[in-house]
């Protein structure tokens, strides 16, 4: 589940979309989560906590870019330009934008950004209900309740356009696409179907198969997925019941304390060995490559390299002995499925899976686990 609202050069205007992406069979449950999240947000908005982490977040986004300045592509430079004039906005250097940003973020207050999502999340959050809204802005106009809109400015509602669904033409016994999007003759075996808001009209019968009149012959295996729009409109203007505000979790500094990272370093006492029998046990660089080479105590070997591609960045790749190839003829799928359990965990020490998945984003940490042959 993404939602994207950024300018659009095409349309003319900033554009908000909700793209929702799932299994066909399970396309109503990824649907009432999402509506129900988006209700969530234009209901109570984001946690103190929330907008502080990621306050927290861009500014530090923002920092990596500005000393990234000299090592982005002359070709990214030109499309942001280009870019920047279609839509009116002011260029500036990545540098000049972060000292203008740290300007400008201490004065955005959290009222200030539930103001913003009230008016951004409801063209998603009240789709079938526009008439209650059109209500709730004439009794905010009257003084008659609290919540105020204010239909000329940035706490504006905001109407859905269009809802689009790209779906396959076929599904297997167990819910999946019967097989790729793309492998039908000629064109995709993906159909799209266009609602309209204010008038929903099913418009299969308008849609001109492109393979109609080809003498290309196929035939599509498993059963015929089909989706009315009567369907997804109903999955969307259904009722999300009693939605109550986020939790506010608190999310550590450090997943490891300084007194258990020293009490650990005193049980274990790690050093450096020789990489080479006969070498010295002291990191050294490789004079061609430029690779630095270190072997640990424990056995494990490193190999590292600094280059100038992403200031104040870095990438850790770290390999284990094992894989597929170790699964016996009865255990097929054992270590692809042990490795998502443990992704999906997501826990460190006593910190819980939001709690890490919180300390991660906060600090542009992006980790992946997964299973190679």
Not at 49 to 64: F, I, K, N, V, W
């Amino acid at each position: 589940i993404e939602l994207d609202h950024s300018d659009s050069g095409r349309e003319g205007c900033a554009v908000s979309t909700l793209t929702i992406t799932s299994e066909p069979n399970d396309w109503r449950g990824a649907v009432r989560v999402a509506m129900q999240e988006m209700r969530r947000l234009r209901l109570h908005g984001v946690t103190k906590g929330e907008m502080d982490r990621y306050a927290d977040a861009l500014l530090r986004d923002s920092e990596q870019l500005a000393e990234q300045n000299g090592s982005v592509p002359s070709v990214d430079n030109l499309d942001f330009v280009m870019e920047s004039l279609a839509l009116g906005h002011t260029v500036m250097d990545p540098r000049e934008g972060h000292e203008a940003l740290l300007q400008v973020a201490s004065t955005v207050t959290l009222e200030d950004v539930n103001d913003v999502a009230r008016s951004l999340f409801s063209f998603a959050a009240d789709y079938g209900s526009e008439d209650k809204l059109a209500a709730a802005i004439q009794e905010s106009e009257e003084g008659a309740t609290t919540m105020k809109w204010d239909p000329t400015g940035w706490n504006s509602p905001t109407l859905t356009t269009a809802v689009i669904a790209c779906i396959p033409a076929a599904v297997d016994p167990e819910g999946g696409p019967s097989m790729p999007l793309m492998a039908r003759p000629g064109g995709s075996m993906a159909t799209s179907q266009h609602v309209d808001s204010d008038a929903l009209v099913d418009i299969d019968a308008s849609i001109e198969d492109p393979l109609s009149d080809s003498s290309d012959s196929f035939e599509i295996e498993g059963e015929e997925f089909v989706l009315s729009t009567d369907e997804i409109h109903e999955t969307l203007v259904e009722d999300s019941g009693d939605i109550e505000p986020v939790e506010d979790f608190d999310v550590p500094d450090r997943l490891l304390s300084e007194e258990e990272l020293q009490a650990i370093m005193a049980e274990r006492k790690p050093s450096f060995v020789p990489v080479e029998p006969g070498a010295s046990a002291e990191p050294a660089v490789d004079p061609v490559t430029g690779v630095l080479r270190i072997k640990l105590s424990n056995g494990v070997t490193v190999n590292c390299k600094r280059t100038a591609n992403e200031p104040r960045a870095a990438m850790i790749r770290l390999n284990a002995a094992g894989g597929r190839a170790l699964e016996s003829a009865g255990e097929f799928g054992a270590v692809s499925i042990g490795t998502r359990a443990l992704s999906e965990a997501g826990t460190v020490a006593q910190w819980g899976r939001e709690q890490v998945e919180l300390f991660c984003v906060s600090r542009l940490i992006n980790c992946v686990l997964e299973a190679e042959e």
